[in-house]
């Protein structure tokens, strides 16, 4: 039973391009999510899908930020036009239902 | 108001002692999950173990007890028999029920150090 996989583990980029990071849920789940986690603070909810449907958006969710699950499957987050305050460990979690969350080991970005 | 307060930036222990990690919460839900989870310095979030609002009893998995006080809402961790693998910061969560806008996600707290020593 593989657990959640994240890709890349780490990027550094400019500030002002885009960045993906992937997400591949423990292939029962139907639900998937991402929270962003800064120095010292707990992770902060992104959004949430459940199989493809994305069902919640936080306010932290600017526009520059879209994810996708487009087969219910796998999960993409992309920040357009990064800015140095995006810098952050991305994280995505899947659960099944209402079950626990199960978290994968992050991405890492840090924008120069 | 913070939703979910946990007031220990650190905590030490002693290797074999037992130690508790405190978190309170705030909800007008009566629907609502509280969870515990270790972030060692590697970055992955572990789930460790959960309580549902409705659940008669303490919940416990291996070393670790939930101390759930409703009427306080308190959900203290309980690490008995503390390793030096132990040493990691702790997240309370907490998931609202149906009747918030919040059904999915987790809310975190600030996080608890603890630091094991042998």
């Known amino acids: 039973d593989t657990g959640v996989s994240q890709d890349p583990r780490h990027k550094i980029t400019k500030r002002g391009q885009n960045v993906t990071f992937r997400c591949d849920p423990i292939s029962e789940h139907n639900r998937l999510y991402w929270y962003r986690q800064t120095l010292g603070q707990g992770p902060e909810f992104l959004t949430y899908f459940q199989n493809e449907a994305q069902l919640e958006k936080s306010r932290l969710l600017s526009d520059r930020f879209s994810a996708e699950r487009p087969k219910g499957s796998f999960s993409t987050l992309e920040i357009q036009r990064t800015e140095q305050g995006d810098s952050a460990m991305y994280l995505c979690?899947?659960?099944?239902?209402?079950?626990?969350?199960?978290f994968g080991p992050g991405t890492r970005l840090l924008v120069l | 108001a913070q939703k979910i307060t946990q007031t220990q930036p650190g905590m030490f222990v002693q290797e074999k002692e037992a130690v508790t990690l405190d978190c309170t919460y705030d909800t007008s839900d009566p629907s609502y999950g509280l969870f515990w989870y270790k972030q060692p310095s590697s970055g992955e979030m572990i789930f460790l173990i959960y309580?549902?609002?409705?659940?008669?009893q303490n919940a416990t998995e291996g070393r670790y007890s939930l101390n759930f006080q409703k009427a306080r809402k308190s959900a203290n961790l309980v690490i008995s028999a503390s390793q030096l693998g132990d040493s990691a910061m702790y997240f309370c969560a907490m998931r609202e029920g149906k009747g918030g806008t919040s059904y999915g996600k987790l809310t975190f707290g600030q996080g608890t150090i603890l630091t094991v020593h042998p």
């Open positions: 979690a899947s659960s099944l239902g209402r079950g626990a969350q199960y």
């Open positions: 309580q549902g609002s409705y659940d008669q």
